[in-house]
């Protein structure tokens, strides 16, 4: 029972290169969320989906991409690496939102370093 | 704006003891108030949750207690112990309506620190 997969779990990368972290969950969920966590910042969504074809952005879109091809992946694209990205990002999914909220289970995280 | 606003930063807490960290949020709206828990190198994990038509609820040694007239909400951890050293979020949803998407707005988090 795999979860939600994020790769790579660990990445350093120059100002102004390009990357996709992957995420992936095998649960079936509708609902698709990216997060980045700063210390002592909490977790601020990037962006969202709430199912193939449908995204949405979160409270700190800029500098991310996204795509929702199936139901099961969806990546996040950063397309011009600044040190300002450097965080630990979560991949997260879930069955229903709101009155309807069920749990949200998020991946082991992304550590990224922009240097 | 920050939705849900959670205190203390950071906690210690002797084993045997309570900890007790506290969330307040604006939005009436909100209808779903869930903890996370989360150890060092992984992702948060749900722990425990809360609908605002009850004032407390318990599983194990860890309760929310929800006071909805003044918007706060608050995890107790009885009994603490060491392996309860972990960051806590409280983070609270609403269900939208239309295109928009209700997605849980997270709190800052409390670092606890159990000793033993």
């Known amino acids: 029972n795999a979860g939600v997969t994020q790769t790579p779990k660990f990445r350093i990368l120059k100002i102004g290169q390009s990357m996709t972290l992957q995420c992936a969950q095998d649960m079936n969920h509708n609902y698709m969320y990216w997060y980045r966590q700063d210390p002592g910042m909490g977790l601020k969504l990037i962006y969202y989906?709430?199912?193939?074809?449908?995204?949405d952005k979160g409270e700190v879109p800029n500098g991310y991409n996204v795509s929702r091809s199936t139901t099961e992946d969806f990546p996040l694209r950063l397309e011009l690496a600044a040190p300002s990205q450097t965080s630990v990002y979560f991949c997260?999914?879930?069955?229903?939102?709101?009155?309807?909220?069920?749990?949200?289970?998020f991946g082991q995280g992304t550590r990224l370093t922009v240097v | 704006q920050q939705q849900v606003k959670q205190s203390p930063q950071s906690l210690i807490v002797q084993k045997g003891g309570i900890s007790i960290i506290n969330c307040a949020y604006e939005?009436?709206?909100?209808?779903?108030f869930p903890w996370y828990q989360q150890f060092p190198g992984k992702g948060p994990a749900l722990l425990i949750a809360i609908r605002p038509d009850v004032s407390e609820k318990k599983e194990g040694r860890f309760t929310i207690s929800f006071n909805k007239s003044a918007k706060q909400f608050s995890l107790h951890i009885m009994d603490s112990q060491p392996g309860d050293s972990a960051t806590y979020f409280c983070?609270?949803?609403?269900?939208?309506?239309?295109?928009?998407?209700?997605?849980?707005?997270f709190g800052r988090g409390t670092q606890l620190t159990v000793w033993p």
């Open positions: 997260a999914s879930s069955y229903g939102t709101g009155i309807m909220n069920t749990e949200a289970f």
């Open positions: 939005n009436t709206a909100f209808d779903y």
């Open positions: 983070a609270a949803s609403k269900a939208d309506r239309g295109s928009t998407l209700g997605r849980l707005y």
């Open positions: 989906s709430v199912g193939a074809g449908i995204t």
